[in-house]
């Protein structure tokens, strides 16, 4: 009987179905924990310099166009949100990167229905470390500069206006890089692969991580969809089509 595909949405619903399911929630405990500690300290650093932050990036105006100030600043107080937010996603994803790795392989035993309540292993957990942190590495390597290209427009006077969306449309496809590269890892596709099969779903993948992106702007909330998210692109993985290296190639 063929796996029905689903949207970019139903998959991150799909995820948080089955993170909550009593077989799977062991392995969210950690990444939830891990999320947690990071988020408290990110979000007390945000208080204390957040307004420092937007002044910086605020461009100053002559006198005579200061009325402009009112209507820009909603607009850098947003950059700087999808900033920090931006930031504590990087941070919390290279540090939960293992747990991720363990816990998406694990959902994907029971979405292809071969185990409905896999078993915990330390040994197994701490084995993926070296694989998973590497990945990570290479994560980032597609990240930084990228990043640090809006990061010199942001400060661009006139150009950092259009600093915000771009971090947005940015920030919305690295969701779906980042946590459809778990499965990938662990099916062992190259990073160069895994691009390419985004790519042929380009809008499927784009539904996904824009609909993960929205969500983990929600405080309190965000520390659940994380597990969610790798959850939801595990079976997103699966239902498109992903292969599992101990099955025979399926020609699409």
């Known amino acids: 009987m063929p796996i029905t595909a689903l949207s970019g949405p139903q998959y991150l619903r ?4 089955l993170i909550l399911s009593p077989g799977l929630r062991l392995f969210v405990i950690l990444p939830v924990t891990v999320n947690l500690l990071l988020f408290a300290g990110l979000i007390y650093l945000a208080l204390r310099q957040f307004d420092g932050w937007v002044d910086t990036f605020m461009p100053s105006l002559p006198e005579w166009l200061s009325f ?6 909603p607009l850098f107080v947003a950059l700087v949100v999808l900033m920090v ?3 504590f996603t990087l941070l919390a994803n290279i540090i939960a990167a293992p747990f991720n790795g363990f816990l998406a392989e694990k959902v994907e035993t029971v979405a292809r229905g071969e185990d409905s309540s896999p078993p915990f292993s330390w040994a197994e957990l701490f084995a993926m470390l070296p ?3 590497g990945r990570e590495a290479r994560k980032l390597a597609y990240f930084a500069p990228r990043a640090l290209g809006l990061l010199v427009l ?3 006077p006139v150009a950092n206006i259009v600093a915000a969306p771009l971090w947005l449309l940015f920030g919305i496809w690295m969701m779906a890089v980042q946590y459809i590269d778990y499965p990938a890892d662990n099916n062992k596709m190259s990073w160069a692969d895994m691009m390419v099969w985004l790519r ?3 809008w499927k993948s784009l539904s996904f991580g824009a609909v993960t992106y929205a969500a983990l702007l929600v405080p309190g909330l965000n520390l659940l969809i994380m597990p969610a998210a790798v959850a939801g692109a595990t ?6 089509g992903g ?3 101990n099955l025979p190639v399926r020609s699409r």
Do not use: A, H, K
């Not at 402009?68 to 600043?73: F, G, N, P, S």
């Not at 079976?235 to 498109?240: A, L, N, P, S, Y």
């Open 14 to 17: 799909e995820g948080l179905r």
């Open 68 to 73: 402009l100030e009112y209507l820009l600043w």
């Open 85 to 87: 937010f931006f930031t």
């Open 131 to 133: 694989r998973t942190l």
């Open 154 to 156: 942001s400060f661009i």
């Open 200 to 202: 042929q779903r380009r």
């Open 235 to 240: 079976v997103f993985w699966v239902r498109e």
């Open 243 to 245: 292969q599992n290296p």
